[in-house]
């Protein structure tokens, strides 16, 4: 008697399971990896766009009368004209915390001294973001301290 029956073993159903397997498990690292890169360029993008706004306010009220110590961060002095910091005077965007320096370069000799501004990822100041580079001019002309 001749077994007429149309499907498919029960060895190419495993077989073809396994593959499927194979293929949805390279899709989703595909997937979580672009999932990361975007989270990740999110940040980038965040941490740019602070970085401006910070060099940019800074430069509108810098009121620096001598230079400081080149290792001091001058954020806290300007922290009033920002909105939105939190306790530790983080800017918070989309639940995310973005921490600023602010240091001043300066050269007495020049009219203009280099303000950079930095953005890093924790408190620990562990990831650098971001950063920016402007010329602002001291109060007082340019004595160092």
Do not use: W
């Not at 002095?77 to 602010?102: M, W």
């Not at 050269?107 to 990822?121: I, S």
Request: glycine share 6%; proline share 3%; hydrophobic share 40%.
């Amino acid at each position: 008697m001749k077994n007429s029956s149309k499907g498919f073993t029960i060895i190419e159903l495993l077989f073809a399971f396994a593959v499927l397997s194979i293929v949805v498990a390279g899709a989703t690292g595909f997937f979580t990896q672009g999932l990361q890169f975007t989270s990740y360029n999110e940040d980038k993008l965040s941490a740019v766009h602070l970085a401006s706004l910070v060099l940019e306010k800074v430069q509108e009220n810098f009121s620096e009368t001598a230079c400081p110590n080149p290792d001091t961060n001058l954020f806290p002095s300007y922290q009033h004209l920002f909105e939105g910091l939190d306790v530790n005077g983080a800017f918070v965007l989309n639940e995310k915390h973005y921490f600023i320096t602010l240091l001043l370069y300066c050269d007495p000799a020049k009219a203009f001294q280099t303000l950079h501004v930095q953005v890093f990822d924790s408190v620990r100041r562990e990831q650098l973001l971001s950063q920016n580079f402007g010329y602002v001019q001291l109060q007082s002309g340019g004595s160092a301290s």
